[in-house]
């Protein structure tokens, strides 16, 4: 909760569902942030690699091809 700079009993009741067997606790963390993690070897714990987009001109390009979400659902431009 700490690293995550998150309250712990909000991440307590993320995980208290017998029935759900996957939860995000957080995505797009930094790499320091995963491997500092992912040092912390808490059982149950786990990374997932994410994809992220960067445009070589920068926003200019990023109006005209668009932008996705997180789950790489296109939102806008040509994208969407």
């Given amino acids: 909760a700490d690293v995550l700079r998150q309250d712990v009993n909000e991440l307590k009741e993320k995980v208290a569902n017998p029935k759900r067997r ?26 997932r690699r994410e994809s992220r987009r960067y445009y070589p001109t920068g926003e200019v390009s990023a109006q005209l091809i668009g932008v996705t979400d997180v789950d790489d659902t296109g939102v806008e431009g040509l994208e969407r």
């Fill in 22 to 47: 996957f939860v995000y606790l957080q995505r797009q963390v930094s790499p320091a942030m995963a491997e500092y993690v992912d040092k912390l070897d808490i059982p149950g714990i786990y990374l």
